[in-house]
Structure formats: C-alpha cells, structure tokens
Nanobody
Framework: VQLQASGGGLVQPGGSLRLSCEASGRDFSTLDMGWFRQAIGKERDYVASINWGGLSTYYADSVKGRFTLSRDTAKNTWYLQMSDLKPEDTAIYYC???????????????????WGQGTQVTVSS
C-alpha cells in the first residue's frame, strides 16, 4: 500500500485546514485508517481513526469536536478536516493504515502497517 498525505500548511490560530491521505495498491475498503501527529521533540500521538467500513470514527480528546475524519471511497482518499486550530496542533501529521483483519491497537502507532510521508501543519500568528 502506498499512502500520499497532503494539505498541510501555515494557518493562524482559529483557522482551518483539510488534510488528505490517498491510498493506492490495495482495496481501500479493507483498510482501517488512522491519523497521527508528531511535534518536534515529542512522540507520535494518536489523532483520529476510522474503521474499514467507514462506520466508526474515533478521536483523541485533544481534537474531539474540532477535527472530523471522513473518506471518499471513489477517490480512495481519507480526509481530516481540522477547525479551530491551536498552536499546540502544530506537528507533522501522518496517515497510516492496517488490514482490517490485523489486530493492531488503533490508537498506537505500532498498530499500523503502512505509513504516509507526513505533512507539516503549523498554527501560528
């Protein structure tokens, strides 16, 4: 599976961004997907995830109510809509996937098999 993350950039506090993660090389509908982020000097943290059927989404407490994870099966793409961004949201954002039958823990990086290259999000005035 190849993952291409995009959509990062510089935004002011309170602003919005939409990240995209496009998958290729694998049936989109067999994959559980997650977003993680890593700030400088910190560990990679869970942000949100969606199951292979698209019916279940989960969010870290720090982003709940501000971020929304969705997908477009026709485009093999997942989206992370981020609103009311804060300086503490600044990080490199990574998308990752695993096969739906793999028993990985969805809120841990070790639960995923394939990773995108990351896209930088900077929230600053």
């Amino acid at each position: 599976v190849q993952l291409q993350a995009s959509g990062g950039g510089l935004v002011q506090p309170g602003g919005s961004l939409r990240l995209s993660c496009e998958a290729s090389g694998r049936d989109f509908s067999t994959l559980d997907m997650g977003w993680f982020r890593q700030a400088i000097g910190k560990e990679r943290d869970y942000v949100a995830s969606i199951n292979w059927g698209g019916l279940s989404t989960y969010y870290a407490d720090s982003v709940k109510g501000r971020f929304t994870l969705s997908r477009d099966t026709a485009k093999n793409t997942w989206y992370l809509q981020m609103s009311d961004l804060k300086p503490e949201d600044t990080a490199i954002y990574y998308c990752a996937v695993k096969d739906r039958f793999e028993r990985g823990v969805i809120y841990l990086p070790s639960g995923y098999t394939f990773w995108g290259q990351g896209t930088q999000v900077t929230v600053s005035s």
